[in-house]
């Protein structure tokens, strides 16, 4: 799949994604708003029936007003009476028609008093066998009405998670159409995942090819040129081709190790010589192997050695390798004369080595795949440096082999800062 198919696929499933959500929300909206609808009415009847059998207590037959029950909020309705109100009936009228009409909530309940113009009872009404309140006292604050007559008013605190739970084959549709949506993106990750490894791998094929593609030429050239009779009367054309093959021989050798090396280096993991190693002496003992590289360069290589208990368990070869690598690639992917500070320090229970270079730097978006396999920054106008996209990754394993940790700060232009945390204890 080629990456406009696959941005076109993408882009479709987002859609797709998106507009299945928006309809499951909005059947879902719809099928609570039909509840609502439902309680309602009920709840609606249920009250205008107290109502009536209120004034039927009262023995008042007069009833002038058309519905005397309002819905004020989504959870509060009050109910006018044309008479005093009798907060115990009230509350058994409430219960027996909440029951006959299906009903199945906590309420509270308060009774406005004409002459004091206000509520002057509210009580909590445990409907269910499993209500959590022992008291009958009601947290609902009954809002003040412009109302001038006898109501009442009766609040469903639980009203929402009731008509919720009524649509429970709907919360199941939605967790299951969650479950295949999670799946897909998984999935559209899981093929962007191949694809980014796909790529790595054709640019690893590529670059290995041209690295052995050269020194291969290289050496059937000069083996032409050593089959041809005459070269024996010039025997310094003869050594100097002879150097030619060793040297270019050399170098793919050095090639294939490097494969194999990172390829099998799981099992170095588990076979690492962890002996007493003095990290200071490591590094001045580095220092002087790289001397002729800088000078070559005319570079200039800072130790800065602070920690004084630089003493711990280490493989000493591979450890070697691992600041040789970074010192090797801050030389190779700088532009100007190399500058590269080598310092070590005491935190914590940590050992701290910092090597910081001048090079051209890593951006934010590299330095997230910088420790890769066979990822390689790219490195702009900069084509002479060659590598496989291994020696991080090389860096990083065998820095986890010590139970250490490896962290990068770089910003373009401004170099790179590799700092290591290694536990004292390994």
Known sequence: MNSK?????????????????????????QAYDIQDRDFDQRATSALRVVSKRLLDFNKNPNNKLIDPVERVTSNYYTVQVNDTINHMIVEEFLKQEF?????????????????????????FVCHSENCDRSDSTSNYHFPDLNIHNYYFGVHFPDKKLFLLSD?????????????????????????FKQKRLSEIQNDFINNMTHEFKTPISTISISSEVLM????????ERLLSY??????????????????????NIAQKIDKLNFEEVDINELIEDLSINCEPLFKE??????????AKNAL????????????????????????????????????????VIS????????????????????????????????????????????????????ELKSKIGEGCEFRLFIPYTV
Not at 9 to 27: D, E, P, R
Not at 228 to 235: G, R
Not at 386 to 394: D, E, H, N, R, V
């Open 99 to 123: 029951a006959h009409n299906d009903i199945r909530l906590n309420f509270e309940f308060g009774v406005y008093d004409c002459l004091k113009d206000n509520i002057n009872y509210t009580s």
């Open 297 to 306: 360069k005319n570079g200039e290589l800072i130790i800065e050695l602070k």
């Open 5 to 29: 198919t696959l941005r076109i696929f993408v882009a479709l499933s987002v859609l797709l994604l998106g507009g299945v959500i928006i309809v499951q929300y909005y059947w879902f909206r």
């Open 228 to 235: 041809k009779p005459e070269i024996v009367n010039t025997p």
């Open 355 to 406: 090597i910081k270079d001048n090079g051209i730097g890593i951006s934010d978006r590299d330095q997230k795949q910088v420790f890769n396999k066979f990822f390689r920054v790219h490195t702009g106008d900069v084509h002479n440096v060659k590598g496989f996209g291994l020696g991080l990754y090389y860096v990083k394993e065998m820095v986890e082999g010590h139970k250490g940790r490896i």
């Open 242 to 263: 002879a150097a030619i093959i060793r040297k270019e021989a050399a170098r793919l050798k050095k090639n294939v190790d490097t494969v194999l090396q990172t390829a």
């Open 167 to 191: 649509l429970d084959n709907w919360f199941v549709s939605s967790a299951i159409l969650l479950v295949v949506m999670a799946f897909f993106v998984y999935a559209l990750m899981l093929i």
């Open 312 to 351: 711990i368990k280490a493989d000493r070869l591979h450890f070697t390798n691992i600041i040789h690598n970074l010192i090797d690639n801050g030389v190779k992917y700088c532009e100007r004369k190399p500058y590269i500070k080598i310092s070590s320090e005491n935190i914590g229970n940590n050992l």
